[in-house]
């Protein structure tokens, strides 16, 4: 079992930036990539972006080059720097943990809501 427990949302002006922070603990030598999700109301949770190991990412297209996605491995976490923040990146974020023995585990969520 992996348990992930993120921190940092909250409100934001369009324009702004907030950093997100999730921490893993449990079974964590299980674990290959991390990443983060978001789900707006009414909507299906969707990748936002992921690391590997190695340090390789990805990202959703709506986030490059504003979002940024991080990883320490000798304190079993990830983060995610999002910067120039649109009121259409309101949504639940959710932080992700996938095993080599092909499962996800989820976070509680954290609500980021931007907005003037």
């Known amino acids: 079992q992996v348990q992930l427990v993120e921190s940092g949302g909250g409100p934001v002006q369009p324009g702004g930036s907030l950093g997100l922070s999730c921490a893993a603990s449990g079974s964590i030598f299980s674990i290959n990539n991390m990443g983060w999700y978001r789900q707006a109301p009414g909507k299906q949770r969707d990748m936002v972006a992921i690391i590997t190991n190695g340090g390789y990412t990805d990202y959703a297209d709506s986030v490059k080059g504003r979002f940024t996605i991080s990883r320490d491995n000798t304190k079993n976490a990830v983060f995610l720097q999002m910067n120039s923040l649109k009121p259409e990146d309101t949504a639940v974020y959710y932080c992700?943990?996938?095993?080599?023995?092909?499962?996800?585990?989820w976070g509680q969520g954290t609500q980021v809501t931007v907005s003037s």
């Open positions: 992700s943990a996938h095993t080599r023995g092909l499962k996800t585990y």
